[in-house]
């Protein structure tokens, strides 16, 4: 699944130029859609699908997982790299705080990942039969829940950005 691309301006163009590149995504199951709307993987109905998708320039990973008569989706992005304390010591004490408040967040957490890249997960639950529709919605559902946390890691890096921001405003360098 790919993000259909927005004509309105990207919402977070600054955390892409702040981040840098990007990591390749890992590789998806083939996902193919029956006659009657559910989705078989590899060429047969599994409890787990994997799939990917970049939305806002933010790779997303993601999971359906089926057990009984409940189906869970997660997904993960990597947003990048936390900011070094020489690059932003007030981004990176802010994010760090922001990490810890999501912690209590239901349904979507920020949090550290490996290398200290900053990744959010958030999962939703699905209607069953699994349904390209019912993981659209699933996964739509999923990143409603994280936009806050994004835009708020968007601000806290794009304050650094503005000028008169950084060392030079706090102070620091006279």
């Known amino acids: 699944m790919k993000a259909v691309p927005s004509r309105s301006a990207d919402p977070y163009p ?3 130029a702040f981040l840098g590149p ?3 995504l890992p590789a ?5 859609v029956r006659e009657d709307g559910r989705l078989i993987c590899e060429g047969e109905p599994k409890a787990r699908l994997a799939f990917t998708f970049v939305c806002h320039d933010i790779p997303f990973s993601g999971t359906a997982v089926t057990t009984g008569a409940r189906c869970r989706v997660a997904v993960a992005g990597d ?3 936390l900011p070094y ?5 007030a981004a990176r004490r802010d994010i760090l705080a922001l ?4 912690e209590w967040r239901e349904g979507c957490r920020l949090a550290l990942g490996a290398r200290q890249r900053m990744e959010i997960t958030a999962s939703a639950s699905a209607d069953l039969p699994l349904t390209a529709r019912s993981l659209i919605v699933a996964v739509s559902e999923c990143l409603v829940a994280a936009a806050p946390l994004l835009d708020r890691l968007t601000h806290l890096l794009d304050r650094d950005e503005r000028p008169g921001a950084g060392a030079g405003a706090s102070g620091l360098i006279h």
Do not use: L
């Open 14 to 16: 600054n955390a892409t």
């Open 22 to 24: 990007r990591p390749a």
């Open 28 to 32: 998806a199951s083939v996902i193919t």
């Open 79 to 81: 947003i990048g790299p």
């Open 85 to 89: 304390s020489t690059q932003s010591a």
């Open 99 to 102: 990490m810890a408040e999501s």
